[in-house]
C-alpha cells in the first residue's frame, strides 16, 4: 500500500480532551502531533480543548474533516460530541453512529464477536447483583472494567488464578468504576496488534505489530498493563517495547490477518482501527481480546503500535496522518477534493 495525499490542501479540525494521567496526556500529544503533522503537509487546522463549558460551540469548528479525540474519563462527553458530529453530518475520523456503541464498552465488543463467531476468550459479563461464581470458565482469569479505555483499570493484578482473587479484583473494580467488568480466559501467548484502514472492500492490514515483554515481564503476567503503557517511571513501560512487523511464520501471520479483517468487517469499523490479539503459540491459535476503534496515534510516543505499523512501511508519520483524513474524506464525500469543491467547502463550513 502506498500513502494517498491531496492535490488541494483542506481544512481539519481536532477536537481534544485535557485531562491528568499518561493516557490523557498522550491524548493531547496525539492531537498537537497531528496538528503539526497536516500543517506541513499544507492543510489549515482548527486545534480546539473541548470541555463542558464549549462542546457545544466546538461541534461546528470548521473543517472538511473532524478528529474527535475527546476521550474524557468515562466516555461521557466524547459520545455527545460524537454523535452531534454525526448529526450535522460532519466526516469525523474513525467513527459513526453505528460504531460509538462499540468504542465505549467492553461487554458490547466481547458479546458482538461471540455472536459473530469471531475468535475471543471465553467471558463473562458481570454486573453488581452478578453472583461472582465463575462456571465454564478456566484460571487464570483476566478482570476488566467494561466502560473504560487504554487500559485503565489493568494491573498485574488483573490476572487472578483462584475463586479469592477473583472475588478481590472484581470487588476492587466496581468500588472504583461505574459499569460493568469483564471477566475472561486469559491467553497465556504473545501480543499481536493489528492495524486496519480502509472502508467498504477497499480494506488493507498494516503490517503486524508486537508487543515484547521483556526483564522482569519473565516473572510476572505478560499483561499489557496501563503502566506498561502510559506510565515512563515503571519497570512494566520500559519493559514492553513494540516491534513491526512481528515474528511470526507466513502460515501464523495469515491467520491473525484474516481475523483481524473479519471483525473490522463484522463491527463496521470506520477509516482505522486496531485489532488487539493474543496469539497462542503451542496452539497456534489467535483470540481478539479488544477492538480499538480509533487507536492512539502520539507522533511521540516511540512505543505506539499502530505507528510502528505504518514506520514498517516506510511511512513518515505525515504521510501517515495524510493517508487517513483522505481516506475518511472519500467515505463521506466520494472522492477527493478538487479546487472547486475546496472552495464551496471552504464557503460552506460551518462557523463557531
Not at 474533516?65 to 460524537?82: P, Q, S, T
Not at 486469559?186 to 492495524?195: K, L, M, S
Amino acid at each position: 500500500m502506498t500513502p494517498l495525499a491531496f492535490d488541494y490542501p483542506i481544512t481539519v479540525a481536532i477536537l481534544y480532551y485535557a485531562g491528568t494521567g499518561g493516557d490523557m496526556e498522550d491524548g493531547i500529544e496525539c492531537a498537537k502531533g497531528i496538528a503539526e503533522a497536516l500543517e506541513e503537509q499544507g492543510h489549515q487546522v482548527h486545534l480546539v480543548q473541548v470541555g463542558e463549558h464549549n462542546w457545544r460551540t466546538a461541534v461546528r469548528t470548521p473543517g472538511e474533516v473532524v478528529f474527535n479525540l475527546v476521550e474524557d474519563d468515562y466516555w461521557e462527553l466524547y459520545v455527545k460530541v460524537g454523535l452531534k458530529l454525526e448529526q450535522l453530518g460532519r466526516a469525523q475520523v474513525g467513527h459513526d453512529m453505528q460504531v460509538f456503541k462499540y468504542a465505549t464498552k467492553k461487554a458490547r465488543v466481547k458479546r458482538r464477536m461471540q455472536a459473530l463467531g469471531i475468535s475471543t476468550p471465553a467471558f463473562r459479563v458481570l454486573n453488581r447483583r452478578s453472583s461472582l461464581s465463575i462456571r465454564g470458565l478456566e484460571y487464570p482469569l483476566i478482570v476488566k472494567p467494561s466502560g473504560q479505555h487504554a487500559g485503565i483499570g489493568i494491573s498485574q493484578d488483573s490476572v487472578v488464578i483462584d475463586q479469592d482473587e477473583l472475588t478481590a479484583r472484581v470487588k476492587y473494580l466496581f468500588k472504583h468504576f461505574p459499569g460493568e467488568v469483564v471477566v475472561e480466559e486469559f491467553v497465556d501467548g504473545r501480543e499481536i496488534h493489528i492495524t486496519i484502514l480502509g472502508n467498504n472492500r477497499r480494506i488493507v492490514a498494516l503490517p503486524s505489530a508486537e508487543i515484547e515483554f521483556r526483564g522482569e515481564f519473565a516473572d510476572n503476567w505478560e499483561v499489557y498493563t496501563y503502566n506498561a503503557k502510559w506510565e515512563t517511571s515503571t519497570w512494566e513501560y520500559w519493559q514492553a517495547r513494540v516491534s513491526s512487523p512481528a515474528r511470526l511464520t507466513k502460515k501464523d501471520a495469515a491467520k491473525i490477518e484474516k481475523l483481524a479483517l473479519r471483525a473490522y468487517r463484522g463491527f463496521g469499523c470506520k477509516d482505522i482501527a486496531r485489532m488487539d490479539i493474543r496469539f497462542d503459540d503451542k496452539k497456534h491459535k489467535a483470540y481478539i481480546v479488544d477492538v480499538n476503534m480509533y487507536p492512539s496515534l502520539n507522533k511521540y510516543d516511540d512505543q505506539d503500535a499502530s505507528l510502528a505499523s505504518a514506520f514498517a512501511l516506510d511511512w513518515s508519520y505525515e504521510e501517515f496522518m495524510e493517508t487517513l483524513i483522505a481516506i475518511t474524506y472519500k467515505r463521506v464525500y466520494g472522492r477527493l477534493p478538487d479546487r472547486t469543491r475546496t472552495r464551496q467547502f471552504l464557503l460552506a463550513s460551518p462557523r463557531p
